[in-house]
């Protein structure tokens, strides 16, 4: 039960307590007469799953978080983040045991984790894929299969802040017109450039709309990325905050709502929303440049500043990609080697492409940079799929894609460190051996120490009856781990997963949709077997053993929310 030092800074942590390993899988091709993959990979999907055939609008969104959270009523509860420049609201739904307390009351240390959808109104997939991850997490947490035992892991151990669609306005708005509309709804009222006292003209809106990702109140003064003056642009920040709110200008003025403001160097502006007194006058961000101008993002901050979020993911699309900040700066962020290194895992678990925010374009203002800035938190953009808004056929599977990789981070919010566990197509074989097959799975210690004794750990495979059996997994002397079937007592499709427990007792499955993996055999002759394998989509499967001892993850977040308040 050692403690490592982990090299930044204060946050030490003891990892014997986590069950870390990896896991070593087949792809399996044995033979040219194998069967290729098909959609039997994944059997009749869960009933959930035919609510995501098509593209809900905000309508349709809404009646259905209603029913689900009125379903679930123990491990689910609505919360309206507030209302849109239309009126509509901006829901949240809170998911966890004892989901009307905190922290179970104060029983257990439960990490809140963040996940948003639809900061951009065209970006329809974009709040699909945590819808999904809710219904998933609600739909299967009563069940008695593996992803069951997963959900109720993820439920119970968490507080999970799940707010499919944060710009409801923009996203209607791109439902009922067809446009592709990516920024918000409100009206962009730009004024003459006028003294203060003079009459107040008519206020005209001129265009519409501010990019939510823009509005955020970090480094969101800075020229280079975002729309400042070009309201009508895609990237508009938002209307400046030119006012001298706390009079410390060196020249009083007092601009129009809608002027461009003077900026920091006159004395107007204390930037960015920082938490820190830049000017020294004993107030905190009193006097902003701008940011946070906007309704959805003012709901954003207020649930940033009440909860504690040691990870958060929002979705975007597109491009298959796992973002990280700094997106403003091209200079790694303090927490770099760690964001890399999570996002890479990430990254490997929906098959998308890791990298800093910056790297990609620059932007100010933008979500994760203000939620690192502040609180610390491990934020990643995930931009889904290959087009803004996939084919309908298409939605399903952009979630179930997406659905590991979220799941992987909210454990990472317990323990950002945690390794995982990886099925490779190189180092693990599958045998043959007269009428018995044996899958080995090799472990990869990266670098954690683990102390599982193997025991309750097995090989589940379902009879052609449609019973399941199960092998136990074994270690063998060289650190790898095989369980062995006989071929003669499942059909030419056996669905199969391995079940596993960890050093808390938790039972912990592979894959998410275990039962219904399958595989196939197929004759090549009178005493050969071809084996296949089929992963679909999730080219590469990683995941954690050590999902469940929260303990410390709450020490870990407070060390690094001190650390970054200085
Ligand atoms: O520009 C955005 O807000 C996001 N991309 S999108 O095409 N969905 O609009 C990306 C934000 C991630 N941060 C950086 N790229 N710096
Ligand atoms: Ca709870
Ligand atoms: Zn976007």
Not at 54 to 74: H, I, K, N
Not at 288 to 299: D, H, N, Q, V, Y
Not at 388 to 413: H, Q, S, V, W, Y
Request: proline share 6%; hydrophobic share 35%; aromatic share 14%.
């Amino acid at each position: 039960m050692g403690a490592i030092d982990t090299g930044s800074g204060a946050i030490r942590f003891g990892i014997g307590m986590f069950l870390v390993l990896v896991i070593s899988f087949p792809f399996l091709s044995a033979s040219d007469t194998a069967k290729a993959p098909g959609p039997s990979e994944f059997a009749s999907p869960s009933s959930f799953e035919s609510n995501y055939t098509s593209y809900m609008d905000f309508p349709a969104m809404e009646s259905y978080l209603v029913s689900l959270t009125e379903r679930y009523p123990d491990i689910s509860r609505l919360i309206s983040l507030g209302e849109t420049h239309e009126g509509r609201d901006i829901w949240c739904v809170k998911v966890s045991d004892n989901v009307m307390q905190d922290d179970d009351g104060g029983a257990e240390y439960e990490p809140d984790i963040l996940l948003v959808g639809a900061h951009h109104g065209n970006e329809w997939i974009s709040y699909e894929v945590p819808l999904y991850v809710l219904a998933y997490l609600l739909e299967n947490y009563y069940g008695d299969d593996c992803n069951a035992s997963k959900a109720k892991n993820i439920v119970d151990h968490h507080e999970l802040f799940i707010v499919p669609m944060l710009n409801p306005d923009g996203t209607q708005y791109s439902h009922d017109t067809g446009d592709m509309w990516r920024k918000n709804r409100e009206p962009n009222y730009i004024s003459e450039f006028m003294p203060f006292d003079a009459p107040t003209p008519k206020l005209v809106a001129q265009s519409y709309g501010v990019d939510l990702n823009r509005n955020y109140g970090w480094m969101w003064h800075l020229a280079g990325g975002s729309n400042a003056l070009n309201h009508r642009g895609g990237s508009y920040r938002g209307p400046p905050d030119n006012r001298d709110d706390d009079g410390d200008a060196r020249i009083p003025v007092n601009w129009r709502p809608g002027h461009y403001p003077l900026g920091p160097e006159d004395g107007v502006d204390e930037d960015p929303w920082d938490g820190i007194d830049n000017d020294g006058d004993g107030l905190i961000d009193e006097d902003p440049a701008g940011g946070f101008s906007s309704l959805e993002t003012i709901a954003m901050k207020n649930l940033g500043d009440t909860r504690e979020f040691p990870v958060l993911i929002t979705y975007h699309s597109y491009s298959e990609l796992v973002l990280w900040p700094w997106g403003w700066t091209d200079e790694p962020a303090p927490d770099a080697p760690l964001m890399s290194q999570l996002g890479g895992r990430l990254a490997d678990l929906n098959g998308y492409m890791p990298m800093q925010g910056y790297d990609l374009y620059m932007t100010t203002g933008e979500m994760t940079d203000w939620f690192y800035a502040m609180y610390g938190t491990l934020g990643y953009t995930f931009e889904v799929g290959r087009t803004f808004r996939p084919a309908e056929d298409l939605i399903i599977e952009e979630c179930r894609k997406n659905l590991e990789a979220t799941l992987f981070l909210c454990r990472a919010g317990s323990n950002p460190y945690m390794s995982y566990v990886r099925f490779d197509d190189n180092s693990s074989s599958l045998s043959v051996s007269g009428s018995r097959f044996k899958f080995d799975l090799s472990y990869m210690d990266e670098g954690y120490p683990y102390g599982w004794d193997g025991n309750g750990c097995e090989l589940r495979y379902m009879l052609p009856d449609g019973r399941w059996d199960s092998s136990p997994l074994i270690e063998n002397d060289d650190g790898t781990w095989s369980a062995s079937v006989d071929i003669r007592r499942i059909g030419g499709d056996a669905p199969f997963y391995y079940r596993m427990l960890d050093v808390e007792g938790g039972e912990v499955t592979y894959p998410v949709y275990a039962p219904e993996m399958h595989l196939s055999l197929g004759s090549t002759g009178s005493d050969a077997w071809g084996l296949q394998f089929g992963l679909g989509t999730l080219m590469v499967m990683i995941f954690t053993l050590g999902t469940i001892w929260g303990g410390f993850g709450g020490g870990i977040f407070k060390s690094m929310r001190a650390e970054r308040k200085g």
